[in-house]
């Protein structure tokens, strides 16, 4: 397990994480309802990180083993995201890491403070995974 503290500012209610592969063609750039709703948008080596405001972040990104046990008492809302890491070096707003190639499941977790402001969390292993699942979904 290795963790992470990332600085990082939100635009447009979200948080981008990208491979170096990612060249721009695809991505979170057309938000639907449904991913609003999930925090969550994905393309090919790239997804993106739903937040309720637009401000500077403190996030720790912890790189697993193994998956982590979903918290669902402890988060308001928690969604899986598949990921593709082609070339093990990844962004996540501006912050460069690298990790092993490969798949992965992202984890975003959500814990809300007030109408305005929250806090994330952001979790990492090797996996595969279809599509988005959201283990907990945030009331409105």
Known sequence: ??????????DFNQILLSDEEWEGDDGPTNWTDKNINEFACKGTYIVGL???????????????????????????HIVDIPFKAPSGEIYIGDEGIEIPKGEYVVRWSIKKLNEDSAEYKLDMWSGHLNDITVHKQLKK
């Open 50 to 76: 739903g937040v309720i405001e637009n401000d500077d972040h403190i996030i720790t990104l912890t790189l697993h083993d193994n998956p982590p046990f979903a918290d669902v008492d402890l988060w308001d």
């Open 1 to 10: 397990m290795k963790n992470y503290k990332l600085e990082l500012y939100s």
